[in-house]
T-cell receptor, first 115, second 113 residues
Framework: GDSVTQKEGLVTLTEGLPVMLNCTYQTIYSNAFLFWYVHYLNESPRLLLKSSTDNKRTEHQGFHATLHKSSSSFHLQKSSAQLSDSALYYCALREYNTNTGKLTFGDGTVLTVKP | EAAVTQSPRSKVAVTGGKVTLSCHQTNNHDYMYWYRQDTGHGLRLIHYSYVADSTEKGDIPDGYKASRPSQENFSLILELASLSQTAVYFC????????????FGSGTRLLVI
């Protein structure tokens, strides 16, 4: 079945430094829909970015990611980390060609930004 | 404002007891999901539904039942709660299966003792 790998369980950065959270995926289908969800403490997870277009950069709220089907990757980046970016980040893959609408989530990366 | 509301926000249950977690959405979405969140395991799908009166098993359905009596409501039932079911449970809805955004509830923190 589909799977999503987020290598880093915990990333700690100093404010102002660039952010890169890794996400790779496996699917038997040529079409893949990838998502980044952000989960702030005591809130609901919410969508940050999504893409299904190969090699096209997508941006939102200062974050960006590019889906690369050749390497099965969808890394999340930001040029300069802010304290308010501290949260749990999930990469997710939508299962294609079924009726489920199911998302397969990675294990998540906790990003902590320090002053 | 469209939303997904879960109840209760937290619960302490006794091993072997019955637990029902409720979810209500006002998004007019067809798809609803129950996920559990464990540290180091991300979000894993327990049950989902794409139409009222019908539910489907997700990736980790053992020990859980689900009920979808209407488009708006989706419940998760633990008939015999076990210690291993201590987790945070999230309900979500989506408009369709084509990659629409999920709307998540605020979660239910369940502690089984």
């Amino acid at each position: 079945g589909d799977s999503v790998t987020q290598k880093e369980g915990l990333v700690t950065l100093t404010e102002g430094l660039p952010v890169m959270l890794n996400c790779t995926y496996q699917t038997i289908y040529s079409n893949a829909f990838l998502f980044w969800y952000v989960h702030y403490l005591n809130e609901s997870p919410r969508l940050l970015l999504k893409s299904s277009t190969d090699n096209k950069r997508t941006e939102h709220q200062g974050f960006h990611a590019t889906l690369h089907k050749s390497s099965s990757s969808f890394h999340l980046q930001k040029s300069s980390a802010q304290l308010s970016d501290s949260a749990l980040y999930y990469c997710a893959l939508r299962e294609y060609n079924t009726n489920t609408g199911k998302l397969t989530f990675g294990d998540g990366t906790v990003l902590t930004v320090k002053p | 404002e469209a939303a997904v509301t879960q109840s209760p926000r937290s619960k302490v249950a006794v091993t072997g007891g019955k637990v029902t977690l409720s979810c209500h959405q006002t998004n007019n979405h067809d798809y609803m999901y129950w996920y559990r969140q464990d540290t180091g395991h991300g979000l894993r799908l327990i049950h989902y539904s794409y139409v009222a009166d019908s539910t489907e098993k997700g990736d980790i359905p053992d020990g859980y039942k689900a009920s979808r009596p209407s488009q708006e409501n989706f419940s998760l039932i633990l008939e015999l709660a076990s210690l291993s079911q201590t987790a945070v449970y999230f309900c979500a809805s989506s408009r369709d299966r084509e990659g629409s955004d999920y709307t998540f509830g605020s979660g239910t923190r369940l502690l089984v003792i």
